[in-house]
């Protein structure tokens, strides 16, 4: 069964830019920064996946999800290692510490210098969130396999309860009791909810979920951009409409409303290098290039769209020419697929 849907795809595209175009300052008129809810939808969208795979082909789940994630952060977060070193003035608060590289790799929090919780690569904050995930499940589906979905949605809310009492003594417990995390579990319930939904009922579906998909996208940079002044949990706000976002368009895909953009399709599957990448790329457009071409600062109108612009390329030709065979020639020879199937060849 293919785990990819195009839907899901055009809503990975939709999440890297929102996270791009916040990184480059842009504001919109009468509203405040917005596109930090990319990372929600990122979160659900991974959620939602990881249970699909469970339910359909688990044996090699955490090898795969390592093959997938680890080479692509480890040599961004090696390069601008090296860069900061020969470069330490250029980029605030990342330092060539080979301690914090370490950290980095191995995706444990800590605090930078300038006292946030990140590592060196500022952005893979959220991969210690992914990682901390796909260590959850694959040790979920060692101890129950048939509801290892559901123990990994227990664990992590455990883990957020054993955290919080211990936030103001621990950078780990800090992180970890974040209620960000249950963003996963949204994921997790997306699935089975959407699984739950008959096809016949899912095509009559479609115009209602068609609205509501459009009315999420929008809801979230509306409620980003107003800034509500009500306190409530990140998961409950961006991350419930992040839920309602990915259940409407894997209930539009169940109902045969998937769609063909391939152009769109193409840019989800590029969004892990996009989010990678992008913050250089807007560091090296804004500090290098508008030095020369005042009207390409990103922050303005102009400077933002040829900013997510160039970042899109470059991370689409990244994707074709390097990580696309980087992933088939990792899994081929180390995700289990190849043993996998000489197994049931009788080989």
């Not at 809503?11 to 504001?27: D, E, Q």
């Not at 596109?35 to 939808?41: A, I, L, P, Q």
């Not at 005042?294 to 040829?306: E, R």
């Amino acid at each position: 069964m293919n785990t990819k849907i195009n839907n899901i795809q055009f809503l990975r595209a939709f999440a890297a830019i929102a996270v791009a175009v916040t990184h480059t300052g842009f504001v919109i008129p009468y509203l405040k920064p917005v596109g930090t809810f990319g990372v929600d939808v990122f979160f659900v969208i991974s959620g939602y996946v990881m249970a699909r795979i469970c339910a359909t082909d688990s044996r090699f789940f955490f090898r795969r999800r390592v093959l997938r994630i680890v080479p692509p952060y480890w040599a961004a977060t090696i390069l601008l290692f090296i860069f900061t070193y020969f470069y330490p003035d250029l980029l605030k608060g990342t330092r060539a510490v080979p301690s914090e590289l370490i950290k980095s790799l191995l995706f444990i929090p800590f605090a930078k210098s300038n006292g946030l919780l990140q590592p060196l690569l500022f952005i893979g904050w959220s991969l210690n969130y992914e990682m901390f995930f796909y260590v959850v499940l694959g040790t979920s589906l060692l101890i129950y396999r048939r509801g290892a979905v559901w123990l990994a949605g227990g664990l992590i809310i455990l883990t957020i309860v054993i955290c919080r009492p211990f936030d103001d003594r621990s950078v780990v417990a800090q992180f970890y009791s974040r209620d960000i995390s249950l963003e996963f579990v949204l994921g997790l319930i997306s699935y089975y909810l959407c699984l739950a939904v008959p096809e016949r009922l899912a095509v009559r579906m479609r115009l209602p979920m068609l609205v509501l998909l459009v009315a999420s996208m929008v809801g979230l940079v509306l409620f980003e951009g107003l800034g509500p002044q009500v306190e409530a949990p990140r998961f409950l706000t961006t991350g419930g409409l992040s839920f309602l976002l990915i259940t409407s368009a894997a209930l539009l895909s169940r109902g045969g409303w998937d769609t063909n953009a391939a152009a769109a399709v193409l840019v989800g599957d590029a969004s892990y290098i996009l989010y990678l990448i992008h913050p250089y790329c807007e560091f090296f457009l804004s500090r290098v290039i508008a030095k020369h071409a005042p009207w390409l600062n990103i922050a303005s109108g102009p400077g933002m769209l040829v900013a997510v612009a160039l970042v899109v390329l470059v991370a689409i030709a990244v994707h074709v020419k390097l990580e696309r065979p980087t992933i088939a020639f990792l899994n081929r020879n180390f995700g289990g697929k190849r043993k996998s199937a000489e197994f049931a060849a009788g080989k």
